[in-house]
């Protein structure tokens, strides 16, 4: 099992490594995080909690699934397929389907292999780009009772995000070049944006938001070996032809919880996302906190807010 955990486990919560298949076969590796204290002939509610775009289960989802597993959740984070411990090759490949697709594989593991979980009262949690996927998922798997997001990042509309018309052809025309490349060479092109051991310090020449993300995924901070940051370079394509939340209007009547920092660099796609989202849904502020600090700040993410929002999935 991966080590490198951003967040030592709490004394009194469990965490097991579990593994199970997508609809396609595709193995998913995952941590199970329940209380010791627990009653496993009872049933609790359970939460699946995604990672950041180009992230891994060992960083901002065990600050989560720890700090929940305390307040009497069940709770499952993972691995994208073709990221970190999941199958799925050639690595560091992304894919809007499949990614939302991962929630629902979730969702059949915590309803038919935990039999102290509450297979009617399910949620989930997207960090950053997993926000996207997570309202994806619950658009189409009404087995998903409530959504909550954190910096949210709609990977979609980031992909197109302040390009002309003819700016996003001429990305296309690039991207679909690539493809011969990766064809003849057999392998698709892959430019990590980290190294494999963390810096000391992030360069002042790195202007935002990339020194953002510099501050997190390349210094021990939040640092992992399996994250050097982004997918391989025809992945872009898939995200930008396909509308992650078209139906989010479908998640009605489950709740939609959005949490931002009030100085997110990415709070533009919690605030469209909110707009086009149907009651029941809340916008919720943090206090002097950046895109990153909802990743691993246990002081800034509202733990007690998330505990309230999940308690009345129904």
């Not at 397929?81 to 389907?97: K, L």
């Not at 399996?226 to 370079?233: I, K, L, P």
């Amino acid at each position: 099992m991966s080590k490198g955990y951003i967040k030592k486990l709490s004394e009194n919560v469990e965490r097991q490594h579990v593994r199970f298949n997508n609809r396609y076969g595709i193995a998913i590796a995952g941590d199970l995080y329940y209380s010791k204290n627990i009653d496993k002939l009872k049933k609790y509610p359970a939460i699946i909690v995604g990672a950041p775009y180009g992230g891994v289960k060992e960083q901002g989802p065990c600050v989560y699934a720890d700090e929940l597993a305390k307040r009497d959740f069940i709770v499952l984070t993972f691995d994208q397929v073709y990221m970190g411990e999941s199958a799925g090759e050639p690595r560091h490949i992304s894919d809007p389907s499949l990614f939302s697709e991962s929630f629902s594989a979730c969702v059949d593991f915590l309803g038919v292999k935990v039999n102290f979980v509450d297979k009617n009262k399910i949620g989930v949690i997207g960090i950053c780009g997993s926000g996207g996927f997570a309202l994806s998922a619950a658009q189409m798997d009404t087995r998903i009772k409530a959504v909550a997001t954190a910096s949210m990042y709609d990977m979609t509309f980031a992909s197109r995000m302040g390009q002309s018309p003819e700016e996003i052809f001429e990305t296309k025309k690039n991207i679909s070049k690539q493809r011969w490349i990766d064809f003849e060479n057999n392998s698709p092109e892959y430019i990590p944006m980290f190294g494999e051991e963390p810096l000391n310090e992030v360069p002042d020449d790195i202007p935002e938001p990339d020194a953002e993300w510099l501050r997190f995924y390349a210094l021990k901070r939040g640092h992992h070996s399996n994250a050097t940051g982004g997918f391989t370079t025809t992945s872009n394509l898939s995200m930008m032809n396909y509308n992650l939340l078209d139906y989010i209007g479908e998640i009605s009547p489950r709740p939609i919880l959005f949490i931002v920092g009030d100085r997110a660099h990415s709070r533009i796609f919690s605030e469209h996302a909110y707009e086009n989202a149907l009651e029941p849904k809340e916008f919720y502020e943090v206090k002097d906190a950046e895109h990153i600090d909802l990743y691993d700040k246990i002081e800034r993410i509202p733990f007690d807010k998330l505990e309230e929002f999940f308690k009345e999935m129904n």
